[in-house]
């Protein structure tokens, strides 16, 4: 069963605030310039301001961060990294610079670089919350979920509504293998935003590990109606549904995912086998053949049990 998690990872990045003039003239003026095209979404145009703010102060460590910034947001992650690198030279103790340069390193995959960089930005400023998380999520990725769950959990207490804060402690706890209490957190993190479609799909995600079908069931469906785009749901929905024996409703959801993703071999094969049990042989022949084609070697074996 193919159950993709989601792990929100919350910033404290922020542009920093200086006072607009009508005509740009010093660094700062520059700097406030490339701040409201960065409000605007205008990321070429405040990169292009910051880049001429440290033409006039080539030392301006919040210029190098705020450029950082921008180009986090417009894709380019290392030039980020290398002008954040540059304004902590300048500021050590800049500590969005130290937080979001361990963003920008985990995006890359370099998660023990970014749990260096936030627990920089941790030692200069231990009460802010978003920080926990952060580093809480790179130490996930690295399976350290035991120090991941502390890093949520004092996340939390900083800030009891920090519904991400909650998804991915529940998270860390379904990975190292405690659903029931990842069950918890995630229904914590919905109480906070009901909105929170992650939460419900990895809740039900939870609920699949410990039994409850019906749950899950029910919890797919409340993600689907929040991110129609949240695809994964319907083949973990479809699994559930094949659980209680719900097998046409199994291939229905797997025949949406398809729709959206034709090459997704466990698709076939999953709707292959619902079929089977549906008494679609041709059916579950086709798909399972399709299955093969793509890869899928579990297919393979069943289509011999087939006779094909």
Do not use: C
Request: glycine share 10%; hydrophobic share 40%.
């Amino acid at each position: 069963m193919n159950i993709i998690h989601r792990v929100s990872i919350a910033t404290a990045a922020m542009f920093f605030l200086h006072t607009a003039l009508a005509v740009a003239q010093t660094a700062e003026e520059y700097i406030e310039f490339g701040i409201e095209q960065g409000r605007e979404g205008n990321v070429r145009e405040a990169i292009d301001f910051f880049s001429k703010a440290l033409v006039l102060d080539t030392e301006n460590a919040g210029a190098y961060y705020n450029r950082g910034l921008a180009k986090s947001l417009g894709g380019d992650v290392k030039g980020a990294i290398t002008d954040y690198t540059r304004a902590i030279e300048l500021n050590p103790k800049l500590l969005g610079a130290h937080n979001n340069r361990g963003f920008a390193r985990a995006s890359l995959g370099d998660f023990r670089g970014a749990v260096e960089d936030i627990s920089k930005a941790i030692a200069l400023d231990p009460e802010v919350p978003e920080f926990y998380n952060n580093r809480g999520t790179a130490k996930s990725a690295l399976q350290d979920f035991k120090g991941a769950i502390a890093d949520y959990s004092r996340s939390i207490s900083l800030n009891p509504r920090l519904a991400g804060a909650y998804n991915n402690r529940g998270l860390a706890k379904s990975m190292s293998g405690d659903p029931k209490g990842a069950i918890s957190d995630f229904s914590l993190a919905i109480e906070r935003d009901q909105r929170y479609d992650a939460a419900w799909y990895n809740r039900g995600n939870a609920r699949v590990a410990t039994g409850d079908f019906n749950g899950a069931v029910q919890d797919y469906n409340k993600a689907l109606i929040l991110n129609a785009e949240l695809v994964e749901a319907y083949n973990n929905r479809a699994y559930a549904k094949a659980a209680l024996g719900d097998f046409q409703g199994a291939v229905d959801d797997l025949t949406r995912l398809l729709q959206v993703r034709p090459d997704n071999p466990e698709a076939y094969y999953n709707r292959g086998i619902a079929k089977k049990q549906l008494g679609d042989i041709s059916g579950a022949i086709g798909d399972l053949q399709k299955a093969a084609t793509l890869g899928d070697r579990l297919s393979v074996k069943v289509l011999e049990e087939l006779g094909r």
